[in-house]
């Protein structure tokens, strides 16, 4: 109850966008918005942590179900069409036994009243940890890393993309391209939380 009473008491609904939010994005802003709903404290990243490396599938589904009632209240989901994870490539997905991102739209949708397409984007490359890259390295490691599967689902579509945790946006901005260059007309994101790039980064 301490872990559930911490989490609804520190959300922090955080809408970004733009250049001024993603300073290190060399190519064009290909997202609308992605909305982050923590602050990436200890106990989050804990949280996050727990969810993608400790088998947290049922905390995956909770935190998405609370996400998902937060973001009912923010957001005007009848404007969309569809929603989507963003990725693992297969190799991780069967190491890990499942994608963290499509446990959190399985919580959301519970919410919200939206088809979620987990098989629409993939990874056609196992690309390295983003973690202890920079701004501009994360650029270059997701590089045409994922493509849209049914081109014609997409085409004139409003869609959100969900993810773990958004920093530099290189990996949203990837999946977010694949999805304009197939014809989408508006891709939003949503997160966890959004941490900073450390000093040294």
Not at 64 to 90: C, Q, T, W, Y
Not at 98 to 113: A, F
Not at 188 to 200: D, M, N, Q, T, Y
Request: positive net charge; proline residues 3%.
């Amino acid at each position: 109850m301490d872990c559930l009473d911490y989490l609804r008491s520190s959300i922090n609904i955080t809408f970004h966008s733009g250049r001024k939010d993603f300073t290190t994005l060399k190519d064009k802003n290909y997202f609308d918005q992605v909305v982050s709903c923590w602050e990436f404290t200890p106990e989050i990243e804990s949280v996050i942590h727990h969810i993608k490396y400790e088998g947290g599938r049922r905390l995956g589904r909770f935190i998405g179900n609370i996400v998902g009632e937060l973001l009912s209240r923010e957001m005007d989901f009848r404007k969309f069409d569809m929603m989507a994870p963003v990725p693992l490539h297969l190799i991780r997905k069967r190491e890990r036994g499942y994608n963290q991102s499509e446990l959190l739209c399985k919580g959301i949708v519970c919410h919200i009243d939206i088809p979620v397409y987990n098989n629409l984007i993939v990874r056609r490359r196992n690309t390295p940890s983003q973690t202890k890259l920079d701004g501009l390295q994360r650029q270059e490691n997701v590089e045409g890393a994922f493509y849209v599967t049914s081109p014609e689902v997409v085409t004139g579509k409003k869609i959100i993309l969900v993810d773990d945790v958004v920093t530099t946006g290189a990996t949203m901005n990837s999946c977010a391209k694949s999805l304009i260059n197939a014809g989408a007309c508006c891709v939003v994101g949503i997160s966890i939380a959004r941490p900073e790039l450390s000093e040294k980064k």
